[in-house]
């Protein structure tokens, strides 16, 4: 689970530090602080892509911030973390997977673990 938001743009890797909001109806193109919550018509950029945003011909752009900084993470964010980590630890009511074993001996690197069970999205290994 991530706290931080990634950057809008295809391929790009980085954490969004400012949302790109279109008026239409005003051929503005405006660039502010990152936004509380993602919304669908908004688009969240890095600072390099928020720096280098052209708009199209006609249209304004309007800058909001001039420096990006990202934000410090809420108490919400560790809650919702915190969350997380429990649902993930905690034991499923269902009846546990049959030991299978993973990988075979014969496969390179392959080390012939039995998987005795889950823990979350982890798997419970001992060897086989």
């Given at each position: 689970?991530?706290l931080?938001?990634?950057?809008?743009?295809t391929?790009?890797?980085?954490?969004?530090?400012?949302?790109?909001?279109?008026?239409y109806?005003?051929?503005?193109?405006?660039?502010?602080?990152?936004?509380?919550?993602a919304?669908?018509?908004?688009?969240?950029?890095?600072a390099?892509?928020?720096?280098?945003?052209?708009?199209?011909?006609?249209?304004?752009?309007?800058?909001?911030?001039g420096?990006?900084?990202?934000?410090?993470?809420?108490?919400?964010d560790?809650?919702?973390?915190?969350?997380?980590?429990?649902?993930?630890?905690?034991?499923?009511?269902?009846?546990p997977?049959?030991?299978?074993?993973v990988g075979?001996?014969?496969d390179?690197?392959?080390?012939?673990?039995?998987?005795t069970?889950?823990?979350?999205?982890?798997?419970?290994?001992?060897?086989g």
């Amino acid at each position: 689970m991530s706290l931080s938001r990634r950057c809008s743009r295809t391929a790009c890797p980085r954490t969004a530090l400012a949302t790109l909001t279109y008026v239409y109806s005003d051929q503005t193109a405006v660039i502010g602080p990152l936004a509380t919550y993602a919304e669908p018509h908004t688009y969240d950029l890095c600072a390099d892509h928020a720096e280098r945003l052209t708009a199209p011909r006609g249209w304004e752009i309007v800058r909001l911030a001039g420096e990006y900084v990202e934000p410090e993470p809420s108490h919400d964010d560790l809650l919702a973390l915190a969350n997380a980590v429990r649902e993930a630890g905690r034991p499923r009511l269902d009846a546990p997977p049959a030991a299978r074993v993973v990988g075979r001996p014969s496969d390179e690197g392959a080390s012939g673990a039995v998987e005795t069970g889950r823990r979350g999205h982890l798997r419970v290994l001992r060897d086989g």
